[in-house]
């Protein structure tokens, strides 16, 4: 799949920090190359590599529980996933874009890399 998206339930008071970040993948993957550029606006954290692209933002609201309620009470990995995430204030939102995908989205069927990569960008 070329995108993936995931929601990140936090605490009040959390501040996103870049370098935390850059640390964290580079102990717990350490096979995995080095983000080439790293970029911090306010609440926002960019992280391109070499094939992808992740983008790291604070929402500075809770997820509407709403949302959350069915998930929650059908869980059975998690059964006080209620319980443990109504306290919730905050949220992040990670995505992680392949950039391949992104590169052939531009492209017209019928070129040579439309063909050889379609199957990376539904």
């Known amino acids: 799949m070329a995108v993936s998206f995931a929601m ?15 640390n964290h993948l580079a102990s717990e993957w350490p096979e995995m190359a080095a983000p080439n550029n790293v970029k911090t606006d306010e609440d926002i954290v960019t992280l391109d590599f070499d094939n992808a692209a992740c983008v790291i933002s604070c929402m500075p609201i809770p997820i509407p529980f709403g949302d959350l309620d069915g998930p929650c009470r059908t869980s059975w990995l998690w059964p006080t996933a209620s319980d443990d995430i109504l306290p919730h204030t905050e949220h992040l939102i990670v995505s992680i874009t392949d950039q391949l995908c992104m590169l052939c989205i531009g492209k017209w069927p019928g070129s040579q890399a439309w063909q050889h990569d379609w199957w990376r960008c539904q």
Do not use: C, E, H, N
């Open 8 to 22: 990140v339930f936090l605490s009040p008071g959390f501040v996103i920090d870049a370098l935390a970040i850059t």
